[in-house]
T-cell receptor, first 114, second 119 residues
Framework: SAVISQKPSRDICQRGTSLTIQCQVDSQVTMMFWYRQQPGQSLTLIATANQGSEATYESGFVIDKFPISRPNLTFSTLTVSNMSPEDSSIYLC???????????FGQGTRLTVV | AQTVTQSQPEMSVQEAETVTLSCTYDTSESDYYLFWYKQPPSRQMILVIRQEAYKQQNATENRFSVNFQKAAKSFSLKISDSQLGDAAMYFCAYRSAGGGSSNTGKLIFGQGTTLQVKP
C-alpha cells in the first residue's frame, strides 16, 4: 500500500489567481495521477505524471491550465491556473502503475473559486 | 475506449439488510481489473473490493461481494448486513491490465451511486 499526503485539504480562492496542490507519497512510485471531481460528480482523470517526462493530459485538459510537476518519484504538484468558478471541484492525487493492481488516493483538495 | 456505467444515482437500504449496486462496463480488452471504491463525506477514496478479469470466482471481502459476469460485462456489488457506516458514494472503476500501452494504471470511473442506510 501507499500513504499519500495531499495539501492543502481545502482552499477558497479569488478568480484569476492560481493554486498549487502538492502530493507526497511515502514510497517511490512510477506513475502519479491527478483527478478532478466536480460537485456531486464522478472522478475524471486530468493527467498522468511520470518522473522525468512531461505529463500526459486527457482530452479536455491542457498544460497551460493545469501545469504539473514531477521532480522525483515521491512528489508531484498540480497547479490550477487563472481560476474561474467552474474550477470549483475536489482534486485528488492517486498513485498506481503497471505493477500495482489498485490505486491509492490522497485525501483530496476541495477548491472553491469565488 | 472503455466506459463504465452506474445506472443507480441513489439507493437506500435498511440497516442489517442487503443491497446490490449495479455496474456495467464496455471494453474490447480481455485483461483488466474492476474495482469498487467507497467515498464517504470525508472525500477519502477507499478500496472496497477488487476483481481480476481472468478469475472466474467472484471476489469477497467480509460483508462485500461481487457478481462478476464477464460475458455480460456486468460487475455488481452486494453489501450484506448493511451498517450505518456503509453510507457513502460508491464508484465502480475499470483499469486495463496486461502488457499493452493501455495499461498505464489509470482508472475509469462510473458516475457513482449514493447509498443511504436507514436505522
Amino acid at each position: 500500500s501507499a500513504v499519500i499526503s495531499q495539501k492543502p485539504s481545502r482552499d477558497i480562492c479569488q478568480r484569476g489567481t492560481s493554486l498549487t496542490i502538492q502530493c507526497q507519497v511515502d514510497s517511490q512510485v512510477t506513475m502519479m495521477f491527478w483527478y478532478r471531481q466536480q460537485p456531486g460528480q464522478s472522478l475524471t482523470l486530468i493527467a498522468t505524471a511520470n518522473q522525468g517526462s512531461e505529463a500526459t493530459y486527457e482530452s479536455g485538459f491542457v498544460i497551460d491550465k493545469f501545469p504539473i510537476s514531477r521532480p522525483n518519484l515521491t512528489f508531484s504538484t498540480l497547479t490550477v491556473s487563472n481560476m474561474s468558478p467552474e474550477d470549483s471541484s475536489i482534486y485528488l492525487c492517486s498513485v498506481g502503475g503497471r505493477m500495482n493492481t489498485e490505486a491509492f488516493f490522497g485525501q483530496g483538495t476541495r477548491l472553491t473559486v469565488v | 475506449a472503455q466506459t463504465v456505467t452506474q445506472s443507480q444515482p441513489e439507493m437506500s437500504v435498511q440497516e442489517a439488510e442487503t443491497v446490490t449496486l449495479s455496474c456495467t462496463y464496455d471494453t474490447s480488452e480481455s485483461d483488466y481489473y474492476l474495482f469498487w471504491y467507497k467515498q464517504p463525506p470525508s472525500r477519502q477514496m477507499i478500496l472496497v473490493i477488487r476483481q481480476e478479469a481472468y478469475k472466474q470466482q467472484n471476489a469477497t471481502e467480509n460483508r462485500f461481494s461481487v457478481n462478476f459476469q464477464k460475458a455480460a460485462k456486468s460487475f455488481s456489488l452486494k453489501i450484506s448486513d448493511s451498517q450505518l457506516g456503509d453510507a457513502a458514494m460508491y464508484f465502480c472503476a475499470y483499469r486495463s491490465a496486461g502488457g499493452g500501452s493501455s495499461n498505464t494504471g489509470k482508472l475509469i470511473f462510473g458516475q457513482g451511486t449514493t447509498l443511504q442506510v436507514k436505522p
